[in-house]
Antibody, heavy 120, light 110 residues
Framework: QVQLQESGPGLVKPSQTLSLTCTVSGDSITGGDFYWSWIRQPPGKGLEWIGYIYYSGNAYYNPSLKSRVAISVDPSKNHFSLNLTSVTAADTAVYYC????????????WGQGTLVTVSS | QSVLTQPPSVSAAPGQKVTISCSGS????????VSWYQQLPGTAPKLLIYDNNKRPSGIPDRFSGSKSGTSATLGITGLQTGDEADYYCGTWDSSQRGYVFGTGTKVTVL
């Protein structure tokens, strides 16, 4: 049973960089059948896909965030990370990591989510 | 603003049936598989339906999915109080060049 766990600061100052890590257990990131994704949800609002990465390092991003987002993967630690630069209050959200099937892009396992607040 | 439109809310009495629509276009639903996610209050979303109409292991057959043209539908029969949640559709969009989620629908059991 795969498990994903997000970690990182819960408070980030405006204009700074939001950095989160998702640690995967019960599955290998290098397995090849999955992308590894980040999704966010502002308080009281819907879901927004941020992007995903393959174990090889190939990443795909939401065009609306592409200029500020970078997702990286560390196979040796079986984790992947999110960096979001120049954050504003609009980036306040619960951030989820998820496993995504390569074939039909379904998010079949999710982390519990972590709330990141952007505030001075 | 999402390219997938869902009704904001639906409701029904226990034991009854509800359907949730997800309206898109040829750029998304029309040419890609649709998934549905259930988000219980205060929890992470959970995969409910994938590839338009398939259920992951452990999801009861009270939940069903279908797709026709550029729209998809989630059905819930034998409604239970534990089904009160937000439900989201999702699929790849070739115009947006990314994965898109629907606007979300809140299910209330009366």
């Amino acid at each position: 049973q795969v498990q994903l766990q997000e970690s990182g600061p819960g408070l980030v100052k405006p204009s700074q960089t939001l950095s989160l890590t998702c640690t995967v257990s019960g599955d290998s990131i290098t397995g090849g059948d999955f992308y590894w994704s980040w999704i966010r949800q502002p308080p009281g609002k819907g879901l927004e896909w941020i992007g995903y990465i393959y174990y090889s390092g190939n990443a795909y991003y939401n065009p609306s965030l592409k200029s500020r987002v970078a997702i990286s993967v560390d196979p040796s630690k079986n984790h992947f990370s999110l960096n979001l630069t120049s954050v504003t209050a609009a980036d306040t959200a619960v951030y989820y990591c998820a496993r995504t099937t390569v074939t039909t892009a379904k998010f079949d396992s999710w982390g519990q989510g972590t709330l990141v607040t952007v505030s001075s | 603003q999402s390219v997938l439109t869902q009704p904001p809310s639906v409701s029904a009495a226990p034991g009854q049936k509800v359907t949730i629509s997800c309206s898109g276009s040829s750029y998304n639903i029309g040419n890609n598989y649709v998934s549905w996610y259930q988000q219980l209050p205060g929890t992470a979303p959970k995969l409910l339906i994938y590839d338009n109409n398939k259920r992951p292991s452990g999801i009861p057959d009270r939940f069903s999915g279908s797709k026709s043209g550029t729209s998809a539908t989630l059905g819930i029969t034998g409604l239970q109080t534990g089904d009160e949640a937000d439900y989201y559709c999702g699929t790849w969009d070739s115009s947006q060049r990314g994965y898109v989620f629907g606007t979300g629908t809140k299910v209330t059991v009366l």
